[in-house]
T-cell receptor, first 113, second 112 residues
Framework: ETGVTQSPTHLIKTRGQQVTLRCSSQ?????VSWYQQALGQGPQFIFQ???????GRGNFPPRFSGLQFPNYSSELNVNALELDDSALYLC????????????FGPGTRLTVL | SQQGEEDPQALSIQEGENATMNCSYK?????LQWYRQNSGRGLVHLIL?????REKHSGRLRVTLDTSKKSSSLLITASRAADTASYFC????????????FGQGTRLTINP
């Protein structure tokens, strides 16, 4: 157990809808990163938040957005869902802004129909 | 895009044998990490090796890093059925956002 939780576990949406995924980091971890993992692929970095500010972003469009809250929780929001957004979404927390060991949650499986 | 490429993509061995997985990457790195993932669930951190280190051990795991060849290997000795999982290498680069860049993984199956 990493102490990182995510909700919901599974989610089914239709194309064009919006979705919010949630993550609760380990206490004291002020950095959270989000990753998208398509079936059979490795995770791809979406963005990172450090002390409630976006700290870096991968090659994802603006319809992927995030929030980080002072209570070590965070959100990933995806607007105008597309079929290719179907994936496992992972959040990972770490104690600092440098990338050392990241502690991953179990993920949210999103299916877009 | 994927920074690391794992080799082989799939590996099947008998319980008790050793398993070796390789990872190659493209750009200079701060460190390289190996993670395990069971059946599409969350990733579990196994080991981190820094760019100035050449070898590291943790229990039955041995990781090597050759920065001149931009490659790393993960050796699991005396494999067990519970080691069945996907294994990913991830690099932390000097460039851009502070992020982990993962390869596509090696699917390891340990047969009893």
């Amino acid at each position: 157990e990493t102490g990182v939780t995510q909700s919901p576990t599974h989610l089914i949406k239709t194309r064009g809808q919006q979705v919010t995924l949630r993550c609760s980091s380990q206490s004291g971890h002020n950095t959270v990163s989000w990753y998208q993992q398509a079936l059979g692929q490795g995770p791809q970095f979406i963005f990172q938040y450090y002390r409630e500010e976006e700290n870096g972003r991968g090659n994802f469009p603006p319809r992927f957005s995030g929030l980080q809250f002072p209570n070590y929780s965070s959100e990933l929001n995806v607007n105008a869902l597309e079929l290719d957004d179907s994936a496992l979404y992972l959040c990972a927390s770490s104690p600092g802004s440098s990338v050392d060991t990241q502690y991953f949650g179990p993920g949210t499986r999103l299916t877009v129909l | 895009s994927q920074q690391g490429e794992e080799d082989p993509q799939a590996l099947s061995i008998q319980e008790g044998e050793n398993a070796t997985m390789n990872c190659s990457y493209k750009t200079s790195i701060n460190n390289l990490q190996w993670y395990r993932q069971n059946s599409g669930r969350g990733l579990v951190h196994l080991i981190l090796i820094r760019s100035n280190e050449r070898e590291k051990h943790s229990g039955r795991l041995r990781v090597t890093l050759d920065t001149s060849k931009k490659s790393s290997s993960l050796l699991i000795t005396a494999s067990r059925a519970a080691d069945t999982a996907s294994y990913f290498c991830a690099t932390d680069t000097f460039q851009g956002a502070q992020k982990l860049v993962f390869g596509q993984g090696t699917r390891l199956t340990i047969n009893p």
